[in-house]
Nanobody, 121 residues
Framework: QAQLVESGGGLVQAGGSLRLSCAAS????????MAWFRQAPGKQREFVAG????????YSAESVKGRFTISRDNAKRTVYMQMNSLKPEDTAVYYC??????????????WGQGTQVIVSS
């Protein structure tokens, strides 16, 4: 059974950094594009960043460009997101997802349970 488990969330002050990880099991990780989404209270879930199977092509939402970096290690079956210069508006539950392509409109078939990120001002 496929499983995605996120970690690395927490409470951080504005301007700080966090690194999220998502470990995959039960699926052939290298065959999937991976992405991070987030959902803030009272808002719809939104695409944050995606990475292709080979780790070369990446996509990021405009709101996080230059601050967040997505990467993956296929040998470790893990996708990461380095988040720098965090802002209070980045506060959300962050989810990783596996899909057929890494863009914001792609179909994602597997989802993690999420990890909470809180950025204090």
């Amino acid at each position: 059974q496929a499983q995605l488990v996120e970690s690395g969330g927490g409470l951080v002050q504005a301007g700080g950094s966090l690194r999220l990880s998502c470990a995959a099991s039960g699926l052939t990780f290298s065959r999937y594009s991976m992405a991070w989404f987030r959902q803030a209270p009272g808002k719809q879930r939104e695409f944050v960043a995606g990475i292709a199977r080979d780790g070369i092509s990446t996509y990021s939402a405009e709101s996080v460009k230059g601050r967040f970096t997505i990467s993956r290690d296929n040998a470790k079956r893990t996708v990461y997101m380095q988040m720098n210069s965090l802002k209070p508006e980045d506060t959300a539950v962050y989810y990783c997802a596996a899909g057929v392509s890494p863009g914001p409109s792609a179909v994602y078939t597997n989802w993690g349970q999420g990890t909470q990120v809180i950025v204090s001002s």
